[in-house]
């Protein structure tokens, strides 16, 4: 908010500061950024000038430096130095960062001193500060800084690189390339390649452990540019190899005596002798014959596109897995910038739903701690209850436990009546006897029959 309200911003509104330059045809000071901005600006499409740029990113680095500086001293905080009176004589060896201006110090003037700070620590605080900034801001912090715009595009209109179709589908290689290798936390040797099939286009001594040579190399020297020296030296690589003999195919005279032979052959087999069939000397009944090795020249894949093409392969192997990683960093940053937002526009919320989601998630730990401490307590009482200690057997089988409520008592058993209820023993319910109802019965019915009789009179 005070960089977008401070002094010599350009008056078009885009809160750049403004051209220090002098306007030839006037003679006075610019009072916007840039010519696009006095011209086009608030239009479809618009651009800022390539200086225009690189004076805004330029300015907003310096921003984030200062901030991380101002929360760098907010965590270490100045110290006072306590003033010593020292010896005329003796060497000021005091080496903290404090005011050189002054040779000698007054008894009533305070002085303050900081530590330099180290680069590992101010790449924290940067870090920090770069945290409530878009991604492609930052980006383009970047490439104003290390990117010639006007170089750059001199050479895609002149197709120094190829067409701009063409890189930017190399591009898009490259990044898959990338989440590839970062598939199982950066091991490249967790990549199975053993259900990859080998095309046409690959050589015959190509395996799997080439998959990963190419892989290593490319990551070290670039796209389609592994070496054979790096293949020599890491993998192995040698000139030749023991591969299979190939046969030579056979002429039109050698198929037809096959042919013929063949169908002597058959002949024979169907010829009886005793009733047994002449199998033994079947030659498709033998086993086949173990292939020919032996040594054959080789050479490494050549720099380029041979390679190129070996790697677009590999890369579209493993196609699902990379989507599925793309579609998770793709997730993180969207949570990421709404984050930054809420924290940019709505701080105090932010903290308030972070301490609530604190609450409610230490809330769930202590009932969860809870339900497993009574599980655990019920557990152990059911243990105790089931055991029995066989060193207080003699005391339980004692005959005075019997007539005694003392000796009830010194077990730990008040109220004990019976050796039933010492030993933990219920006893049998008593079956109640069935009372003879006939005999009611009948005075019953005798009743019923003088009310009737008494009735009809």
């Known amino acids: ?3 977008q309200e401070r002094e010599g911003l350009c008056k078009q509104g885009c809160k750049r500061t403004l051209n220090k330059a002098i306007n030839p045809r006037s003679g006075n000071y610019f009072d916007t950024c840039c010519s696009n901005c006095a011209k086009k600006y608030g239009e479809k499409d618009f651009v800022h000038e390539s200086y225009c740029e690189k004076r805004h990113y330029d300015d907003w680095r310096i921003q984030i430096r200062d901030e991380a500086v101002k929360a ?68 383009m912090a970047v490439r104003v800084k290390y990117i010639n715009v006007k170089q750059l595009r001199d050479e895609l209109k002149n197709k120094v690189h190829g067409e701009i179709v063409s890189i930017l589908l190399k591009m898009e290689r490259m990044f898959k390339f990338k989440v590839m290798c970062s598939l199982h936390k950066k091991n490249i040797k967790k990549l199975d390649f053993s259900k990859k099939k080998l095309t046409k286009a690959m050589p015959e001594w190509w395996g799997e452990t080439w998959y990963q040579c190419i892989i290593e190399g490319t990551q070290k020297y670039g796209w389609g540019n592994c070496p054979s020296q790096f293949a020599r030296e890491k993998y192995g690589f040698t000139p030749t190899y ?112 972070e301490s609530e989601m604190d609450d409610l998630m230490a809330t769930k730990k202590k009932k969860k701690d809870k339900k497993d401490r009574d599980r655990k307590r019920k557990k152990e009482a059911r243990k105790n209850q089931n055991s029995f200690d066989p060193s207080k057997f003699n005391e339980m089988n004692s005959i005075t436990n019997y007539f005694g409520t003392s000796q009830a008592h010194q077990l730990g058993k008040p109220g004990v009546k019976n050796a039933f209820e010492m030993l933990g023993k219920k006893k049998s319910p008593k079956k109640k006897k069935k009372k003879d109802k006939s005999h009611f019965k009948q005075q019953k019915d005798h009743g019923n029959k003088k009310r009737m009789e008494l009735h009809e009179y």
């Not at 040779?103 to 500060?129: G, L, N, V, W």
């Not at 005793?274 to 090795?293: D, L, R, T």
């Not at 032996?294 to 720099?303: A, F, H, L, P, T």
């Open 72 to 139: 760098y001293l907010n965590a270490n905080p100045l110290q006072r130095v306590e003033n010593e009176q020292k010896d005329a004589g003796a060497p000021n060896t005091n080496n903290s960062n404090t005011n050189s201006n002054s040779a000698e110090t007054k008894p009533t003037e305070i002085r303050y001193s900081y530590s330099a700070p180290k680069q590992d620590d101010m790449i924290k605080f940067i870090t920090k500060e770069l945290e409530y900034h878009a991604t492609d801001k930052i980006v």
């Open 1 to 3: 908010k005070q960089l």
């Open 242 to 353: 023991k591969g299979i003999k190939k046969e030579k195919k056979p002429t039109k005279k050698q198929l037809e005596e096959m042919k013929k032979v063949k169908d002597l052959t058959n002949g024979i087999d169907k010829v009886t002798l005793n009733g047994n069939n002449n199998n033994s000397n079947n030659p498709a009944a033998a086993p086949p014959a173990e292939p020919v090795k032996i040594v054959k020249k080789r050479q490494w894949i050549s720099e380029g596109k041979k390679q190129e093409v070996i790697v677009i392969s590999i890369c579209s192997h493993y196609g699902k897995e990379i989507r599925q990683k793309c579609k998770k960093v793709i997730d993180k940053v969207k949570t990421a910038t709404k984050l930054r937002t809420q924290r940019i526009l709505y701080p105090e919320t932010l903290s308030k739903l």
